[in-house]
């Protein structure tokens, strides 16, 4: 029997209709899925502990080799709505910023935008799980994923990252990508790119199976993420990835 391909998915609700095809049956004798957020499922990526992986695009520099093996991804043109700083205080009374440790672009954007398009220098702290607790006062907390959907009514301010980036560049954003460490082949992309592209014809039906009350997931899923890795896209990584260093 041949060696199924590992593949790294992340187990927020933004991925949902990138992993429907995989839950539905299909490549199922090729590949095993293996489930983390964002950060983890890249050092299992740069680890060689899986294969493929939806990954933060912040981690691409770091790789010996990468392939980005489907046409769809995790970005946004505009509001995002689940990356978010969060604050008590306006942007320029924020003395401190807890940084979400579920993601590396995520972080990386927010340093980008701090810098570039809000000009602000707060202290970033590197915070652990449960650190929403302790945005209060000046000190503000950049939340991603499902958590953030909780802050927006819990926080006074909340900073879309996805809208500050469209707002400095006039461009969308990929926050996480389908990358191998290795090159696959031609008929296992294919069917790859089938497989994570078959959810988007189903929103309705992935909607309708989530019970969560925190967010209008039709809206989100259908306005809010884009999930097409298209040109703009790819001008927007290359951009993004200039400004790392």
Known sequence: ???????????????????????KGMMHAETELVFDFPANIAQKLLNN???????????????????????????CDGAVESVCLFSDVPLAE???VLLDYQSRTSVALLKVLLKEHWKITP????????FEQQIKGSTAGLVIGDRAFKQIPVS?????????????TGLPFLFAAWVSNKKMTPEFTVAF???????LDYI????KAIDYKEADLDDYYKNKISFLL??????????????LG
Do not use: C
């Open 204 to 207: 309705d039906s992935i909607v």
């Open 230 to 243: 298209d040109h703009k896209k790819r001008t927007a990584l290359e951009l993004f990835l200039s400004k």
């Open 1 to 23: 029997m041949t060696q199924k391909i590992k593949v790294g998915a992340v187990s927020y609700l933004n991925t949902k209709p990138l992993i429907y095809g995989f839950e």
């Open 156 to 168: 006074t301010y909340h900073y879309d990252l996805g809208l500050a980036w469209k707002e400095m």
């Open 123 to 130: 202290e970033l702290i590197a915070a652990e799980k449960g």
């Open 49 to 75: 502990e899986i294969d493929i992986g939806l990954i933060p695009v912040a981690v691409l520099p770091l790789m010996k080799e990468y392939h980005i093996v489907a046409d769809y991804g995790i970005g």
């Open 193 to 199: 790119n089938k497989a994570t592209s078959f959810g």
């Open 94 to 96: 924020i003395k401190t």
